[in-house]
């Protein structure tokens, strides 16, 4: 033992000397304590030494990480493979990026853009199908092969809508639940299929050992499927990718632990539109097929007709056939009984005997259902026959599918006796008709797709393949469901603060413990940190975001006081999750991990910003400095080294911040903080500097009062265009122009772009980048209002229904206030608009991040009546009619704006970012929340910021939309040179962003955490935490590193954690220039533990998605013997159980 410990202590000092001697060659190093030779039999100041050599090690791998990245940046360059230099300035110089694809649709292959530019959308009436056609048959169809037919029961719950979700787990979905242990218990013919996972887990806390035997014997009979598995049944427009899969992890793990099954279907009846992100997670899940339903009435009627309504669903960025799933598109206009048996509504609506006379429900067609009974049973059976035929004969096989359900049903037991015997009589009558040709029993989905797929292999006929989205949604007439890719956008954005928040937080707790355990050995935790506890708040976390993303949660359709608990829910999961983080951070920072305390009634560290309300934004604390230095902790979340601006408020107007460990200083800016549009505040300022971190780092700057005049600061041009302006901002100077300078275009640079904007408003005009490259460029505000006429439908949560006027331009009496700083960190051109303050930045930094243009909106639309305030980029990029915009952050997909579509038809959702382009430019829009975007011209793209709405619009929720916020919206303005030449693809063209834009979003969607320690005396010794040695290859992005619960100990955390990383799709006409400070995958092959050095995986184990263990699974399986190479292909997210090493 001691003589380990000495040879430790002695290659520490052989280390040490090293780390010394280069600090000294690289002038870097301002001081530290030099090594102590002297080996003293005291255990205790052995110990002691060590952490010292620890801490300077830690030092330098900051250093080095530095170092290496810039050192790698330049090895891209020049690095030769196969004696060719690598040239940046012409196409495809970036390895590893997409050349742009033309989809090449197989001969049976459907590209749904293609549809769109063929279909009229001329919505004439089908008839008793009024959205389709008269289906004709000759009746001998089934003589070989029968009609198979599964009735498929199902109640729609959603999570939160006109009630809470508790509200509704009290009043239907308990009930519900409960009634169904009882009555499949009964008949076991009798089948259920359920999607909610957040309802079932929360009934299954509340039922005793017995009921939940009982459950998963119903399951392991077939007779209850649990569908899709998600924690709810989520949105597919505004939803981010992260959160779409956690939710699927949430409830899949769920799945398996308590009822050791994969669910093996999907189930989607009620988003509103269908996005092939979700299709491509279902399958990485593990899900063999798949069910839509709200699907455009035109493209539904065209695959109809087609027969194409089941077919292969595949990534349009996929050549192969390996993200192929299997999709059923319900064929008419709802998920409930009157549009599930067949093509009559009038005619389904008798065979729904929940609406028997003298219930609550009725047929609103006026032919009420009958009871069956001997009199009536052949002949109801041969009218309900005709419809299951008509519709068969809109599907390519004789096996047929017909929900049976809709919202909440099933609720007393009454509801389950009418439908389930009176549907039973039917199929017996079926039965003892074999001259019929029906084979008629109740299923659950799977039981269908298994059909589905016997009869396909019996046959030897394939599904033909799909590609695109099916976005934007009308379910009659005009009525396009764009509304709700905007509507109540505070709350999407604060879905976006907590999805950052969670996944900063899990990586950060994955981390700690792992780090915890190498520090202890043996696998133990430090005994004061609340591992449980925290883990607890993670899950609380995940499963609030997960709720959240229900399709009429982030959709922003739920009533008010339903948007009100899900507000409610975001903001305490944003507390609690800020708890994991500081004191995750707590622990790694310190340098002497005994002195770690747990209090939460007096943390260590603290957010430097307050959240005090659900429907509040984040507020800046205002530091006080001392004499003391004041430590600030900064983390980045990101698994990239940034350059960072981090701004903190502060009580003095001279500040200094250096870098704790090495006592460097930073460079620094003092703004002032604004509280009235011409008053700054005498007593906070504004302190930016620019933060160099390391991946996945915490790193740790003093903040310094300083001499009178020795921190820059920022100097202000404030005006309002001819009228004389009063402005107090003292100590900052300030000055307004004269004469004919007011009417010069403003104009602002750093070392990449330089923009110009409107004297008169301060609104953008024209950009100019490094190479010469000058775009015309102006921001607009407009209004749309919504349809005047007393008889007309009004734009509500749901729809957009614009006047005949379209957008208005937002009129103003008199000009903005205009407000201009110039400072050395970052310059902006703020406008301060009555409903709106818009802000146009530059940070004069290296990197990325100084090649872009950040936008920011605080926007306040509650004085308005029926008014959707819009904000238009107006270019002179010549894209024709085609633009892109993201599907859940996971990739691009073409759009084309078709002047045949009414105008709130060509909006679409953008979750992170949509761009335009031509052959020469390309203008990205990155944007760190979901919006509705449009392209309705040539060179024009518009984001849609906040509805108010006064009336609904008739979808069932009741309520107009006026519960406006104050609300922020913020982006980044991309604009590149494409180098690749005539890139002008024709037809259904894949595009990816670029590099630069992919490191733009990331540091957009996951900014830096700044915290600060909290008591001013005696603070701890503290040292830069430095997990990783290098950042990941830029096109490789840390998902999440996502603890998993201990399988032996409920609610604890495990020694096992979900690694999920996500290889992106790098787009090859866009030559970064300067390359970013990163390396990107040359080959699919990666090793794992070079990618994450020093961090070392002691197993690894891919996995599904939703990370669910395979029964035949052995534990720590030779199999994957270090090295952990993985294949990460391009657009792929992978998957990887990990056990991080606990020990050195
Ligand atoms: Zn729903």
Not at 39 to 50: G, M, W
């Amino acid at each position: 033992m001691k003589r380990s410990r000495l040879l430790a202590v002695l290659v520490g000092g052989l280390f040490c000397v090293v780390v010394v001697s280069m600090y000294r060659m690289l002038e870097l190093m301002q001081g530290g304590e030099p090594p102590v030779g002297q080996v003293n039999e005291d255990l205790s100041r052995l110990q002691q030494k060590i952490d010292k050599l620890e801490h300077l090690l830690s030092g330098n791998n900051q250093l080095v990480a530095t170092l290496r990245d810039s050192l790698l940046n330049h090895k891209a360059l020049w690095e030769t493979r196969g004696g060719v230099n690598r040239s940046l300035d012409s196409a495809h110089s970036l390895s590893g990026c997409q050349s742009v694809k033309k989809m090449e649709a197989g001969e049976d292959g459907v590209q749904l853009l293609d549809i769109y530019d063929l279909l009229p959308f001329d919505n004439p009436d089908g008839g008793a199908w009024k959205q389709g056609f008269e289906i004709r048959y000759h009746g001998n169809e089934w003589d070989e092969q029968p009609l198979e037919l599964f009735l498929v029961p199902h109640s729609h719950n959603d999570p939160g809508w006109l009630k809470t979700f508790d509200g509704y787990y009290q009043d239907q979905t308990k009930h519900i639940l409960n009634n169904m242990l009882i009555k499949l218990s009964e008949d076991n013919r009798r089948k259920m299929i359920w999607a909610e996972i957040s309802y079932f887990s929360k009934w299954w806390n509340d039922i005793d050992k017995q009921k939940r035997h009982l459950v998963k014997r119903l399951v392991e009979a077939g007779q209850l499927e649990l569908v899709t598995g998600g924690w709810v049944m989520a949105d597919e427009a505004n939803s981010h990718y992260f959160a779409l899969l956690d939710q699927l992890i949430e409830g899949h793990q769920w799945i398996q632990k308590h009822l050791g099954v994969k669910p093996s279907s999907g189930w989607a009846v009620d988003p509103f539109g269908h996005s092939p992100s979700m299709t491509y997670l279902l399958k990485g899940a593990g899900l063999k097929n798949m069910l839509i339903q709200r699907v455009h009435y035109a493209v539904k009627k065209h695959f109809a007709q087609k027969q194409t309504l089941e077919f292969l669903w595949r990534q349009s960025w996929d050549s192969t056939s390996r993200s192929d799933i299997t999709c059923h598109m319900m064929p008419f206009y709802s998920y409930d009984v009157p549009h599930t048996c067949g093509p009559n509504p009038a005619v389904c609506c008798q065979f729904d005997f929940h609406r028997l006379p003298g219930g609550r429900v009725f047929c609103p067609w006026r032919i009420p259902p009958q009871p069956i009974t001997e009199q009536n049973v052949e002949e109801r059976a041969l009218l309900l026959l005709d419809q299951y035929r008509q519709k068969s004969r809109l599907f390519r096989s004789p096996v047929l599918l017909v929900p049976l359900g809709d919202d909440f049903r099933y609720v007393d037991a009454r509801e389950w006796d009418d439908q389930f015997i009176n549907y039973q009589r039917l199929f017996d009558y079926f039965d003892q008709h074999p001259e019929l040709h029906i084979k008629a029993r109740f299923g659950t989905l799977s039981d269908y797709f298994q059909a589905l797929h016997g009869h396909l292999n019996s046959a030897g006929t394939t599904l033909p393949t799909l590609q695109g989205d099916f976005f934007t949604y009308a379910d009659r007439d005009d009525h396009y469901w764009s509304g709700y890719f905007t509507s109540r956008p505070f709350y999407k954005r604060l879905d976006r603060i907590l999805e950052a928040t969670l996944r900063a937080s899990e990586i950060l707790f994955s981390l700690t413990l792992a780090e915890m355990r190498r520090f202890h050995g043996n696998g133990r935790l430090s005994a004061d940190f609340p591992a449980r506890e925290h883990f607890g708040l993670l899950t609380e976390g995940r499963r609030n975001l997960g709720l959240f993303q229900h399709h009429d949660a982030v959709t922003g359709t739920g009533r008010d006081p339903v948007v009100v608990d899900y507000g409610t829910r975001l903001f305490h999961s944003i507390l609690n999750l800020r708890q994991v983080l500081q004191s995750s951070a707590h622990w790694l920072i310190l340098l002497d991990k005994n002195q770690y305390h747990h209090d939460q009634s007096k943390p260590f560290l603290q957010m430097d910003d307050v959240i005090s309300a659900q429907d509040a934004l984040p507020q800046k604390m205002t530091l006080r400095l001392g004499d003391q230095p004041r430590p600030l902790i900064i983390f980045n979340p990101t698994e990239q080294l940034q350059s960072s601006v981090i701004s903190i408020l502060i009580d003095c107007p001279d500040a200094h911040v250096v870098e704790a460990q090495t006592g460097r200083p930073m460079a620094a800016q003092i703004s002032a903080v604004w509280v009235e549009l011409n008053q700054a505040s005498t007593d906070s300022f504004q302190l930016s500097f620019i933060a160099e971190l390391p991946p996945l780092s915490l790193v740790v700057y003093h903040v310094s009062k300083a001499t009178t005049g020795s921190t820059a600061r920022a100097q202000y041009t404030v005006y309002r265009h001819g009228s004389q302006l009063a402005v107090h901002a003292e100590p900052f100077q300030v000055s307004a122009p004269q004469g004919p300078e007011a009417d010069v275009p403003l104009s602002l640079n750093n070392k990449h772009i330089h923009i110009w904007s409107s004297p008169k408003t301060g609104l953008l005009q024209k950009l100019r980048m490094k190479s010469g490259l000058v775009r015309q460029l102006q921001v607009q505000f407009l209004w749309y209002g919504t349809r005047s006429g007393f008889n007309q439908d009004k734009s509500g949560a749901y729809l957009f229904l614009p006047g005949k006027e379209g957008a208005q331009p937002y009129p103003f009496a008199q000009p903005p206030l205009v407000r201009i700083s110039r400072g050395p960190i970052f310059s902006d051109v703020t406008s301060c608009f009555r409903h709106f303050t818009h802000t146009v930045r530059l940070y004069h930094l290296d990197g990325h991040a100084g090649r872009s243009v950040e936008i920011s909106n605080m926007v306040d639309i509650r004085s308005e009546v029926n008014r959707e305030l819009v904000m238009r980029l107006r270019s002179d990029v010549a894209n024709g009619n085609r633009f892109y915009t993201d599907l859940n952050g996971f990739q691009m997909q073409q759009r084309r704006t078709l002047d045949k579509l009414p105008l709130q038809a060509n909006f679409y959702p953008m979750s992170s970012a949509s761009f335009l382009q031509d052959s020469t430019s390309r203008l990205s829009l990155l944007s760190a929340q979901s919006q509705a975007v449009a392209a309705l011209k040539p060179g024009e793209l518009e984001v849609l910021l906040d509805r108010r709405l006064q009336q609904d619009d008739n979808r069932g929720l009741g309520q107009g939309v006026t519960d406006n916020k104050l609300t922020a919206s913020l982006y980044h303005l991309l604009l590149e040179e494409r180098s690749g030449g005539s890139q002008e693809v024709g037809g259904a063209s894949v595009e990816h962003l670029s590099l630069l834009a992919h490191l733009s979003s990331l540091s957009l969607s996951h900014p830096p955490f700044t915290m600060v320690a909290m008591s001013n005396s005696q603070l701890p010794k503290m040292q830069t935490f430095l997990p990783l040695r290098l950042s990941l290859p830029c096109d490789v992005h840390l998902l999440n590193l996502r603890t998993l619960e201990d399988p032996q100990e409920a609610e604890s955390p495990s020694q096992e954690a979900a690694l999920l990383l996500h290889r992106k799709g790098l787009d090859c006409s866009a030559a970064p220039e300067p390359v970013p400070a990163c390396t990107w995958s040359e080959h699919e092959e990666v090793n794992l533990d070079e990618l994450f050095s020093p961090l070392r995986f002691r197993s690894v184990r891919r996995s599904g998605l939703t990370l669910l263990r395979d029964d035949d699974e052995e534990p720590n399986s030779g199999q994957h013997r270090p090295p952990h190479v993985a294949r990460l292909q391009p657009m792929e997210i992978s998957a990887f159980r990990v056990e991080i090493h606990d020990s050195n």
